[in-house]
């Protein structure tokens, strides 16, 4: 069972032993630009992991956009589950995702995957930068439509979630604190790149996801991560933590992050910073 990181060198050699050709072992390629929506299937086409399949965070991994219910919706989770049926994905198989970005996309996949009750899943620590270096062998050409999705149903969730009802509730109650993992002068509300009112989450803290990288775009020693989340969140249980971003991509990011510090149990605001800040009735706040 594999449940948050693997290495470059153990895919390659799941990959030679011929995993993907029994089932056992499914790739997903999450490469992914927010700002250009083609850029993903463009670099899948020049280049991709043997045996890699892609997928679209805007098309596939997203449900229908409402204008309030922010930039990535999550799909029903019926949808995801006939998804990865169709891609051949069983109980049993290992999931690897991996993208160029530092692991945001595909540790949002993982979030995903474990949120409809698919633990054997994995990112590839350095994703694609880290195969490349490697000198691993790359494929080329575009992916192979897939017929309409058989209905799947998801097993018991593994991955808590709250939704913008319970965030705004929590504002006053404080059971739990919110981890923003979006960078600095985006929390404070400096800058706002994406979406239309800038600020956080008021009593939202601030853990920006590329602090969970070394130089090299693979992740920090568990050690190293626990030392550091424990530094920001002051004494409270995994439990105690619910993730937010834009969109709940780099929230994921710091989730993961926390699982491979041996922190497990936080949980996920999906709808992020997108979904709250779409209703003027909630609360911002600045600096």
């Known amino acids: 069972m594999t449940t948050t990181l693997i290495l470059v060198s153990d895919l390659a050699a799941r990959l030679a032993a011929g995993q993907v050709d029994h089932g056992r072992l499914r790739v997903f390629d999450l490469r992914h630009d927010l700002l250009d929506h083609a850029a993903g299937r463009r670099a899948y086409g020049e280049g991709h992991i043997p045996g890699a399949r892609f997928l679209d965070h805007e098309t596939e991994l997203s449900a229908a956009r409402t204008g309030t219910n922010g930039r990535h919706p999550l799909p029903a989770p019926e949808h995801l589950a ?20 530092g692991g945001q996309y595909a540790a949002h996949l993982w979030w995903m995957l474990r949120w409809i009750g698919h633990e054997n899943v994995a990112v590839l620590d350095g994703g694609w930068p880290a195969w490349t270096a490697a000198g691993q062998a790359v494929r080329a ?133 997108s979904e709250w800040c779409a209703d003027p009735a909630r609360p911002v706040a600045k600096g």
């Open 141 to 273: 050409g575009q992916a192979q439509s897939l017929a309409p999705l058989p209905k799947a149903r998801p097993r018991a969730s593994l991955a808590g979630s709250v939704d913008a009802a319970a965030v705004l509730a929590n504002i006053e109650r404080q059971d739990f604190v919110v981890l923003d993992a979006r960078a600095a002068n985006r929390y404070r509300g400096e800058v706002e790149p994406m979406d239309p009112v800038a600020g956080h989450i008021p009593g939202a803290l601030n853990r920006p996801n590329t602090q969970n990288l070394e130089a090299d775009g693979r992740f920090k020693s568990p050690a190293q991560l626990r030392a550091e989340f424990e530094a920001v969140l002051g004494g409270r249980a995994p439990q105690e933590v619910v993730h937010q971003c834009g969109s709940g991509i780099t929230a994921s990011h710091n989730l993961l992050a926390m699982e491979i510090a041996g922190l497990a149990g936080s949980r996920l605001y999906p709808g992020s910073w």
């Open 82 to 101: 006939g998804l990865m049926a169709a891609h051949g994905v069983t109980p049993d198989t290992l999931v690897v995702a991996y993208d160029a970005s």
